[in-house]
C-alpha cells in the first residue's frame, strides 16, 4: 500500500492548472491591493519584528518540520509533501484571521508582503535543500526533472507579478484598488475553495482510499506550525498581539501554491498531493477556529 500511495497519480488536467494558476494570481492580486510601500518600511523600523518572521516562517518551520518527519517516518511521498508545505510562504487568508484575532493587521500584511517576495528564492530552496536532506524524499527529486530556474519562474508569474501589479494600482489607483479589494478577495477565496472540493470530487475514491494516511499527519503539522510561530515570537519577548500574528502567519501556509508546484512539476504525485489538499482545507478551518478563540479573549500584554 505505501508503494501505491508514493507511486499514486492525482487525476487533474491541464484546464484545472490553468484555473488554478489564474486562481492564485487573482488572490496574491487582491491582497497587493491592500499593500503600500509604507508596509515594508514598517517592517524595515522594526527588525526584530522582521527577523523574527521571516526567521519562523522559512527556517523554523522547514527544520521542525525535517525533525517531525524524522520522528514519524511518513512514506516518502508524504514526506515531501510536508517538506513542500513548509518551504511556501504564509497563505494569504492570514491578513484576515489575523485581524478576527484581534493581532497585529499591519505586521500581517507586512509580513505577507515581504515573505511573498522572498519566497520567489526561499521556497525552491528550502524544498531542494531539506527534501534533498532525508534520503527517501531524495530519491524522488532524483527522478522528477525539478529545474530550479523554472521553479523560481512559476513562483515569480504567481507570486511576485501579481504582487507588483496590485501594488502598482493601489499607489495610483487608491478608490479603485479598495473597490476592487472588496470584490476580490471573498471571491477569488471562494472559487479556491471550490476548485479544491472539485479535485477531490474527482478523485474521490482516492481521497477515501487514502485520507487516513495523512489526517492525523496534517492536523499534527499544523499544530507544529502554530506554537512555533507563538513560542518563537514569546521568546523573542514580542507583544501578545504580535505572537498571536506570528502564529498565524506561520500556521497559514499558501497550500495552494505548494498544489500548483505539485501538479507542475511532480505530476500530481500522490502522496504529496493528498497531504497538501487537505492541509488547504484543514489550515482555513483551524485558522477560523484559532481566531475565533483569541477574538473572545481580553488583550494582554
Request: hydrophobic letters at 55%.
Amino acid at each position: 500500500m505505501n508503494e501505491n500511495l508514493d507511486a499514486l497519480k492525482i487525476n487533474f488536467n491541464t484546464e484545472g492548472l490553468w484555473v488554478l494558476n489564474s486562481t492564485l494570481a487573482i488572490i496574491m492580486f487582491g491582497v497587493a491591493l491592500g499593500i503600500t510601500k509604507n508596509d515594508f518600511k514598517r517592517l524595515f523600523k522594526n527588525p526584530k519584528i522582521l527577523f523574527t518572521g521571516i526567521l519562523s516562517q522559512f527556517l523554523l518551520l522547514p527544520l521542525v518540520t525535517f525533525i517531525f518527519i524524522k520522528l514519524i517516518n511518513p512514506m516518502p511521498s508524504i514526506a515531501l509533501g510536508m517538506m513542500m508545505v513548509a518551504a511556501c510562504p504564509g497563505g494569504n487568508i492570514s491578513n484576515f484571521m489575523t485581524q478576527m484575532a484581534k493581532g497585529n493587521a499591519a505586521l500581517s500584511v507586512s509580513l505577507t508582503a515581504f515573505a511573498t517576495l522572498i519566497s520567489l528564492v526561499m521556497t525552491p530552496f528550502n524544498l531542494h535543500f531539506w527534501g534533498n536532506l532525508y534520503a527517501p524524499t531524495a530519491q524522488i527529486l532524483k527522478t522528477v526533472a525539478l529545474d530550479p530556474f523554472e521553479l523560481v519562474k512559476l513562483v515569480l508569474l504567481i507570486l511576485g507579478l501579481p504582487l507588483i501589479i496590485g501594488m502598482f494600482v493601489r499607489k495610483n489607483k487608491p478608490v479603485l484598488a479598495k473597490k476592487l479589494m472588496k470584490i476580490l478577495k471573498p471571491v477569488s477565496l471562494i472559487i479556491f475553495m471550490i476548485f479544491i472540493i472539485v479535485a477531490f470530487y474527482d478523485n474521490l475514491s482516492i481521497f477515501m482510499n487514502y485520507i487516513h494516511y495523512v489526517l492525523i499527519i496534517v492536523i499534527a503539522h499544523n499544530l507544529l506550525a502554530y506554537f512555533t510561530g507563538f513560542y518563537f515570537a514569546k521568546s523573542m519577548r514580542l507583544s501578545f498581539r504580535d505572537q498571536k500574528t506570528l502564529a498565524i502567519e506561520t500556521g497559514i501556509q499558501n497550500s495552494g501554491l505548494g498544489l500548483l508546484l505539485i501538479f507542475s512539476f511532480f505530476n500530481g504525485l500522490g502522496g504529496m498531493a493528498l497531504l497538501v489538499a487537505f492541509w488547504a482545507i484543514w489550515d482555513i478551518f483551524s485558522g477560523l477556529a484559532l481566531a475565533t478563540y483569541w477574538s473572545k479573549q481580553k488583550i494582554k500584554e
